[in-house]
């Protein structure tokens, strides 16, 4: 009888083509090159230089799913998985998620429900990464309650006159337009709109650039509207409707963050077992103690798990389904796993850890926006209470 042998099995991921390898190769080295050895220096200026979206836009990084007629590449939300796995390589979550906010959270909603006019306008330039976006929903008063949105736009003739303020706005210290949320009428859900706001209005301000834990080369702003006048033929979409446009893209957001957290986890895990085989204490690599051999295996296998649960929802909604279920499990796996996972990760560094020498420190602050951003971990067992009818 023939003695059976072991061999290990590498994982495929068949949802991928070799288009969207070539995809990621190119984002990778993008970021290793274009990105990471400026990290510090740009962590330290609390900003980077504006240039870098014109050479991302370069690039197609702005419109890989989105309409070729206006610049983009009109690929699937594999291509998407792809670049936003490539972008890990640059090792600064602030540059990601400026990157992020234009390519997969502002961008596509303008896609979507844009009239040709203002695609041509707005969204063409900002593909091509000549214009900054940012998305103005949350505010002082509350950032996870959409419909308490509070910044008037009252239509005059043919203007809409905005007052009001927003805040923890990503971009929103240089944005050359907003996406704009605003409430045209006191009804609660249904009284909330999108414009498009050029930041160039009279009227317009950012009052400071808030100072963060983390993601210290994104810029998060403050804004103020006093009395800023801008076209009626701005408004995106149907008046009344924003609070359920905001709902939707939010959608797109979350797994977007899914698909980055795991790409994060990936790179820290790459880092950790790395530093464990060099680093020696006792006259071994702490690597080979038996605690760090179960946290790696127990990490990995949180890793591939959540690997497949965030590549179900990207299945689901490449297949033009809208798997709220789905994102919302994945945003919150991930987000919750990550933050256990760069603790150790950290841990295993020592003191090293603690210094900025060594970029693990940058990821396990910048990972700590992860249960925050997007929806807080909180608001996604929320919904998974609902949509389970829990």
């Not at 288009?19 to 993008?30: C, I």
């Not at 690929?75 to 540059?95: F, P």
């Not at 997969?104 to 303008?110: E, K, M, Q, S, W």
């Not at 790395?274 to 790696?296: D, L, M, S, T």
């Amino acid at each position: 009888m023939a003695q059976a042998t072991t061999q290990a099995i590498k994982t495929e991921y068949p949802y991928f083509t070799e288009e969207h390898d070539m995809l990621r190769e190119t984002v990778k080295l993008f970021s290793q090159t274009e990105i990471a050895p400026h990290t510090e220096e740009w962590d330290e200026a609390g900003i980077f230089p504006k240039e870098l979206f014109k050479k991302a836009g370069d690039l197609g990084l702005f419109g890989i799913r989105l309409d070729p007629r206006y610049g983009g590449s009109g690929l699937d939300w594999w291509a998407t998985a792809a670049y936003l796995e490539g972008l890990s390589y640059s090792n600064n979550g602030g540059v990601a998620m400026a990157l992020m906010v234009q390519s997969d959270i502002t961008l596509p909603v303008l896609d979507e429900l844009g009239t040709d006019e203002q695609k041509e306008e707005f969204l063409r330039p900002a593909i091509a990464g000549d214009r900054m976006a940012a998305l103005g929903i949350s505010e002082p008063g509350g950032g996870s309650d959409v419909a308490a949105i509070r910044t008037r736009a009252e239509r005059q003739g043919d203007e809409f006159v905005i007052s009001g303020q927003k805040l923890w706005i990503t971009n929103g210290t240089r944005a050359d337009f907003i996406i704009l949320a605003v409430r045209t009428s006191e009804e609660r859900h249904k009284g909330i709109s999108m414009v498009l706001f050029p930041t160039d209005v009279k009227g317009f301000s950012v009052g400071k650039k808030l100072k963060k834990v983390g993601n210290l080369s994104s810029d998060t702003a403050e804004l103020f509207f006093d009395n800023c006048r801008i076209p009626a033929r701005y408004l995106l979409g149907e008046e009344g409707k924003g609070f359920y446009y905001t709902m939707y893209n939010f959608q797109g957001e979350r797994l977007a963050a899914a698909i980055a957290n795991v790409a994060t986890m990936e790179r820290a895990m790459e880092y950790a077992i790395a530093y464990g085989k060099e680093r020696k204490a006792f006259g071994q690599p702490i690597g080979e103690f038996q605690v760090w051999r179960h946290r790696f295996a127990e990490h990995l296998t949180g890793i591939e798990a959540a690997k497949w649960l965030t590549y179900r929802a990207v299945d689901l909604m490449n297949h033009g389904h809208k798997p709220t279920r789905e994102i919302t499990m994945a945003k919150l796996f991930t987000s919750d796993l990550s933050q256990r996972l760069l603790y150790d990760c950290m841990q295993i560094f020592g003191g090293f850890g603690y210094t900025t020498e060594y970029p693990i420190s940058r990821m396990w602050r910048d990972a700590r926006l992860h249960t925050i951003g997007a929806g807080a971990s909180e608001i996604m067992k929320e919904i998974l209470v609902k949509t389970e009818k829990l």
